[in-house]
C-alpha cells in the first residue's frame, strides 16, 4: 500500500497512490456487500472526524448516496463540532442521514453515575457542572502506563491526580456504555434497511486496540483498517472533503474534557505514532526512527516497546468468541 517500504527511512514511506487506494477499497466494498454479507447498503455512524468521514466518503463512491445511511450519536459530553461536522459531511455527500441524541439512554442505564461515583473517590469534591477527562503517562519516559485523572471545576480551576486501577476501570467500563449503546443504534437501522454496518478504525487504531470491544470494535466491514490514520487524512484531501473535517485534530470525544487521543491512549501524536508503528512494523531499528520523528533513541525503544505491549493487552479485543469444540460444519 505504501510507496517506499525499502531504502532510505522518510515520512513518505506513508505516501500513497489515493487513486488506486480508492478504487481497490470500494471494489472490494462492493464485493464484500454482495457475496459475503447478502446486504443492500451501509450504515455509519458519523462523528465529524477523518476515519468516520473518509469511511463515509467511500461508501458513496462503492454504492451510492441512496444506499448509504448516516447517524449521528451525540450525549452530553460530546463536543458540538462533532454534530456539526457530520452533518456538514452528510449534506456534501448528499446522504440521508439522522441525529440521534443518545444521552438520556446513558443516563438510564447509568453511564453517568457511574463515572461520577468512580471519580468522586478521587475528587470527593466533583459534581454539577465540573468537567472531567482521563490522560496517560509513563510510556515515552519507558515507566509503566497509568493513568491521571483531570478534573476542572466551574471556576475553570484544574485538578489531577494518578487513578487507582479500580476507579480508572470503572471509569473506562462506564464510558464505554457510549460506544456499545451507538453500536446498537446502529444495527437497528442496519437491521431495518437490511444494510452492513461500517467500522472505521484506522490501522494505528486497529493494530493497538483502540476501541470498545462490542462498541465501536463491532461492524460487518472495516474498509480503512489497513491504512495509517496520515494515509486517510490523504485520502480525505484528495477526495476533497470540507475543509473542517480534513484539518479536524483527533481527539476522543468522549470525555467533557477536549482530549487528544495521544492524551489518552498512544505514545506520540499520530503524525509521528503512524512512522513509530511502520517502523516497527518493517523491522527499522531504534535510531532510525528517533532520526525521522525527532526524538531520542532511548524514546524510540520506549516507543517501540509500548507498541508491543499494546498489541499483548489488547489481544483479547481482537479475539472473536471461543469454543471450547470447534462446529466444523460452520468453518467459515
Given at each position: 500500500?505504501?510507496?517506499?517500504?525499502?531504502?532510505?527511512?522518510?515520512?513518505?514511506?506513508?505516501?500513497?497512490?489515493?487513486?488506486?487506494?480508492?478504487?481497490?477499497?470500494?471494489?472490494?466494498?462492493?464485493?464484500?456487500?454482495?457475496?459475503?454479507?447478502?446486504?443492500?447498503?451501509?450504515?455509519?455512524?458519523?462523528?465529524?472526524?477523518?476515519?468516520?468521514?473518509?469511511?463515509?466518503?467511500?461508501?458513496?463512491?462503492?454504492?451510492?448516496?441512496?444506499?448509504?445511511?448516516?447517524?449521528?450519536?451525540?450525549?452530553?459530553?460530546?463536543?458540538?463540532?462533532?454534530?456539526?461536522?457530520?452533518?456538514?459531511?452528510?449534506?456534501?455527500?448528499?446522504?440521508?442521514?439522522?441525529?440521534?441524541?443518545?444521552?438520556?439512554?446513558?443516563?438510564?442505564?447509568?453511564?453517568?453515575?457511574?463515572?461520577?461515583d468512580a471519580i468522586r473517590r478521587v475528587f470527593p469534591e466533583?459534581?454539577?457542572?465540573?468537567?472531567?477527562?482521563?490522560?496517560?503517562?509513563?510510556?515515552?519516559?519507558?515507566?509503566?502506563?497509568?493513568?491521571?485523572?483531570?478534573?476542572?471545576?466551574?471556576?475553570?480551576?484544574?485538578?489531577?491526580?494518578?487513578?487507582?486501577?479500580?476507579?480508572?476501570?470503572?471509569?473506562?467500563?462506564?464510558?464505554?456504555?457510549?460506544?456499545?449503546?451507538?453500536?446498537?443504534?446502529?444495527?437497528?437501522?442496519?437491521?431495518?434497511?437490511?444494510?452492513?454496518?461500517?467500522?472505521?478504525?484506522?490501522?494505528?487504531?486497529?493494530?493497538?486496540?483502540?476501541?470498545?470491544?462490542?462498541?465501536?470494535?463491532?461492524?460487518?466491514?472495516?474498509?480503512?483498517?489497513?491504512?495509517?490514520?496520515?494515509?486517510?487524512?490523504?485520502?480525505?484531501?484528495?477526495?476533497?472533503?470540507?475543509?473542517?473535517?480534513?484539518?479536524?485534530?483527533?481527539?476522543?470525544?468522549?470525555?467533557?474534557?477536549?482530549?487528544?487521543?495521544?492524551?489518552?491512549?498512544?505514545?506520540?501524536?499520530?503524525?509521528?505514532?503512524?512512522?513509530?508503528?511502520?517502523?516497527?512494523?518493517?523491522?527499522?531499528?531504534?535510531?532510525?526512527?528517533?532520526?525521522?520523528?525527532?526524538?531520542?533513541?532511548?524514546?524510540?525503544?520506549?516507543?517501540?516497546?509500548?507498541?508491543?505491549?499494546?498489541?499483548?493487552?489488547?489481544?483479547?479485543?481482537?479475539?472473536?468468541?471461543?469454543?471450547?469444540?470447534?462446529?466444523?460444519?460452520?468453518?467459515?
Amino acid at each position: 500500500m505504501t510507496v517506499q517500504t525499502q531504502g532510505a527511512f522518510t515520512a513518505r514511506v506513508l505516501d500513497i497512490d489515493a487513486d488506486k487506494v480508492i478504487d481497490q477499497i470500494c471494489t472490494r466494498m462492493r464485493e464484500i456487500l454482495a457475496r459475503d454479507l447478502s446486504r443492500r447498503g451501509f450504515v455509519i455512524a458519523m462523528s465529524g472526524g477523518i476515519d468516520s468521514s473518509v469511511c463515509a466518503a467511500l461508501a458513496v463512491r462503492a454504492v451510492g448516496k441512496d444506499r448509504v445511511y448516516g447517524l449521528m450519536l451525540p450525549e452530553r459530553d460530546s463536543s458540538g463540532f462533532s454534530t456539526a461536522r457530520g452533518r456538514l459531511l452528510a449534506e456534501h455527500l448528499g446522504i440521508k442521514y439522522e441525529v440521534f441524541d443518545i444521552g438520556p439512554t446513558l443516563a438510564a442505564i447509568g453511564c453517568y453515575s457511574w463515572r461520577d461515583d468512580a471519580i468522586r473517590r478521587v475528587f470527593p469534591e466533583y459534581g454539577e457542572g465540573w468537567k472531567n477527562k482521563i490522560v496517560i503517562s509513563g510510556g515515552l519516559e519507558g515507566r509503566l502506563n497509568h493513568f491521571q485523572l483531570v478534573v476542572q471545576a466551574p471556576n475553570g480551576e484544574i485538578k489531577q491526580q494518578r487513578l487507582g486501577l479500580r476507579e480508572y476501570l470503572q471509569i473506562v467500563a462506564a464510558t464505554n456504555f457510549k460506544q456499545r449503546i451507538r453500536k446498537t443504534v446502529e444495527y437497528f437501522h442496519a437491521d431495518r434497511l437490511n444494510y452492513a454496518v461500517i467500522g472505521t478504525p484506522n490501522r494505528l487504531e486497529y493494530d493497538q486496540g483502540f476501541f470498545v470491544k462490542n462498541g465501536d470494535g463491532s461492524a460487518d466491514i472495516k474498509p480503512i483498517a489497513h491504512l495509517y490514520k496520515t494515509q486517510v487524512y490523504a485520502l480525505a484531501r484528495h477526495m476533497k472533503l470540507p475543509e473542517d473535517i480534513c484539518n479536524a485534530t483527533p481527539t476522543t470525544d468522549t470525555y467533557s474534557l477536549a482530549q487528544g487521543q495521544d492524551e489518552f491512549y498512544f505514545a506520540l501524536p499520530y503524525q509521528k505514532m503512524d512512522l513509530a508503528l511502520w517502523a516497527y512494523n518493517n523491522g527499522r531499528s531504534p535510531a532510525e526512527l528517533a532520526s525521522v520523528i525527532g526524538i531520542s533513541e532511548e524514546q524510540a525503544q520506549h516507543v517501540f516497546r509500548d507498541i508491543k505491549a499494546k498489541r499483548r493487552a489488547t489481544k483479547y479485543l481482537h479475539l472473536r468468541p471461543l469454543l471450547v469444540e470447534d462446529v466444523k460444519e460452520l468453518d467459515y
